[in-house]
Antibody, heavy 121, light 107 residues
Framework: QVTLKESGPGILQPSQTLSLTCTFS??????????VGWIRQPSGKGLEWLAN???????YYNPSLKNRLTISKDTSNNQAFLKITNVDTADTATYYC?????????????WGQGVMVTVSS | DIQMTQSPASLSASLGETVTIECLAS??????LAWYQQKPGKSPQLLIY???SLNDGVPSRFSGSGSGTQYSLKINSLQSEDVSIYFC?????????FGGGTKLELK
């Protein structure tokens, strides 16, 4: 059974660094073709893809967030991480992590429940 | 970036009705398209991938079609549990992008 769960600080101030953790089970990020992605959704709005990390440590980022994103993984502990530097109120959103499987087209086939992050002074 | 334009933005339909949601890509995405369903207060769930492949466990009343730049999601015999927001997403080119969503309500 595949599950993912996000965790984060809840609230942080502008200019701080947001650190998110995705803890998963039912698959391994050391398995060929496996990946984890991060997606966010401001309240009442649409979805925005942020970054992906793959089993071979390949990483892809949304250029709209320029150089503010860093994605990483800890394969032995079944975790993936996302850092966003220099946050502002526009980063207030629910953040999701999701599994990606190359075998079935690299779509987000399992999602976490999401973690709400508020940026406020 | 590839723009994904969904229509309509909202839709009201009756139980048992057939509903179609459209997604238009700004360039050819060669069927690298998925549809997701997001129920109120929940995370999105994958319904359709590669434009027309039904994900495991998804009811057969859902179907996807299309090619090139034009894609659609069809829901046959609408059920009350289908009230959701539906999103399309392309992964043909980075950055991966989503449509703006279609809110489906019961009439």
């Amino acid at each position: 059974q595949v599950t993912l769960k996000e965790s984060g600080p809840g609230i942080l101030q502008p200019s701080q660094t947001l650190s998110l953790t995705c803890t998963f089970s039912g698959f391994s990020l050391s398995t060929y073709g496996m990946g984890v992605g991060w997606i966010r959704q401001p309240s009442g709005k649409g979805l925005e893809w942020l970054a992906n990390i793959w089993w071979d440590d390949d990483k892809y980022y949304n250029p709209s967030l320029k150089n503010r994103l860093t994605i990483s993984k800890d394969t032995s502990n079944n975790q993936a991480f996302l850092k966003i530097t220099n946050v502002d109120t526009a980063d207030t959103a629910t953040y999701y992590c999701a599994r990606i499987l190359q075998l079935t087209g690299s779509f987000f086939d399992y999602w976490g429940q999401g973690v709400m992050v508020t940026v406020s002074s | 970036d590839i723009q994904m334009t969904q229509s309509p933005a909202s839709l009201s339909a009756s139980l048992g009705e057939t509903v179609t949601i459209e997604c238009l890509a700004s360039e050819d995405i060669y069927s690298n398209l998925a549809w997701y369903q997001q129920k109120p207060g929940k995370s999105p769930q994958l319904l359709i991938y590669y434009a027309n492949s039904l994900n495991d466990g998804v009811p057969s009343r859902f179907s996807g079609s299309g090619s090139g730049t034009q894609y659609s999601l069809k829901i046959n015999s609408l059920q009350s549990e289908d009230v959701s927001i539906y999103f399309c997403q392309q992964n043909y080119d980075s950055p991966w992008t989503f449509g703006g969503g279609t809110k489906l309500e019961l009439k």
